[in-house]
């Protein structure tokens, strides 16, 4: 009789966090209905910004609800995540390594990819040495850099795609992907030790990266010693000479070296407003 009590009383449990979670995503719902009101007006008014914060925000409500639905359950990747809507999750590389927290986008390009580098709106800054590059830094909800030891540890197991999404200031929208890439140890200085086959509309700037070590503002790796491309541009990244990719650079809408750059995007050193970087694991 006692066991049967304590199954009641555990189904009971199951239910009301059920029912919690639910009731939670409903007033999510309910919000962002709201929210889409209040944007198409702001829209009219032409408050673009206020439109993109929101945007951001409503993120953010939504990706904690989920969090608190799937609280305690950990996923070997985004790919076995069960929710096609993005947000922060819960995943663990091996099955003796400890859990840690990734935002997953779940639509874009068929979903299933982690989200390793984001940056829209210059809110946070990038120019950091490589302690904070290893171990990353920033929000998951907001702009972040995800770590070096993290994306080694993923890469290294399993098989992944590289995807980069680029914007400039005027909505202009191309991307570049990677049919393979890992990352290596911090030893090896979390050089890029894969780089697949390149496709896409943003032009191949990484092609001379593959095997480059990362250099930060306080460590020199790159290749060519004379000059330090990580100070020298402002941009944390896997520099060979000075590389034609430096989406760690400076938030700036001017054509300068130090820019956050893809120099194949309109063949120029025009900063950009927008730069999505993201890893999916392959079959």
Partial sequence: ESKLLKIEHDIEEHRSKQELSHKEM????QKLERQVAANVSEVYNGNQQNVHASLHELDRDLGCVLYNQYYGSTFSS???VPSNVSGTYLIRVKNDSDPFKVYCEQEAFG???????YRY???LDFYRGWDEFRDGFGDLNKE????????HQITSGRKHELMVELKD????????RYNAFEIGTESA???LKVLGNYTGTAGNAMYFDKGSKFSTKDQNNDADSTTHCALHQEGAWWHWDCTRANLNGRYMNAEHYKSMRWNYFAHNNQGLSYSRMMIRELE
């Fill in 121 to 123: 709106d210059g809110s």
């Fill in 111 to 117: 979903g299933g990819w982690i989200v390793f580098q």
């Fill in 144 to 151: 972040f850099w995800l770590g070096l030891e993290k994306m």
């Fill in 78 to 80: 985004c790919k076995n």
């Fill in 169 to 176: 200031f005027s909505g202009n929208y191309k991307y570049a």
């Fill in 189 to 191: 200085k979390y050089n």
């Fill in 26 to 29: 409903i007033a999510a719902i």
